[in-house]
């Protein structure tokens, strides 16, 4: 009976890895949901990540690349890596290579102001969408740099 809740555990985690890749505590919080007892979700991760089934850091990196292509900055892919149950440390080594890509935030800049330069309303909107995608005032003051626009001493 004991070695059917185990069997049981491990086929819904690799049910729910057949789906999406997760991390290792969003896994165990799915299989708490589901039913299981901690000890039989304990074994499932184990197993799964003793045969490299399970992988926290291939996993934050994965979603990094993933968020930097839909032009995130750092900010918000820490956050969206602590929302998918990546702890501190795995978040931090998968962001340590991380650098925004100039050219999309220019891009997302170009898509914003359209050539407008002249409307200080418009710049202000501009910086504000891109500190909400989590990029850094510096990243934004650099992408403005390259867009053409010089950043008044009073705007900083």
């Not at 299989?31 to 399970?54: I, M, P, Q, V």
């Not at 891009?107 to 330069?117: E, H, I, P, Q, Y």
């Amino acid at each position: 009976m004991s070695e059917d809740k185990y069997r049981a555990a491990l086929d819904a985690a690799a049910k729910q890895l057949s789906y999406r890749a997760l991390s290792a505590k969003a896994l165990r919080d799915k299989l708490l949901d589901k039913g299981h007892d901690e000890e039989a979700a304990d074994y499932a991760l184990a197993w799964l990540t003793e045969r490299h089934l399970l992988d926290d850091t291939a996993y934050a990196e994965s979603v990094v690349r993933s968020c930097a292509r839909k032009g995130y900055g750092e900010m918000r892919i820490r956050q969206e890596l602590t929302r998918r149950g990546v702890d501190r440390e795995t978040a931090e080594a998968a962001l340590a290579g991380f650098s925004p890509d100039r050219a999309q935030l220019v891009a997302l800049l170009d898509k914003r102001l359209r050539g407008d330069v002249s409307d200080c309303k418009e710049i202000d909107k501009a910086v504000a969408f891109l500190q909400r995608r989590g990029f850094s005032w510096q990243d934004i003051r650099d992408a403005l740099a390259a867009y053409g626009q010089s950043i008044p001493d009073t705007f900083e």
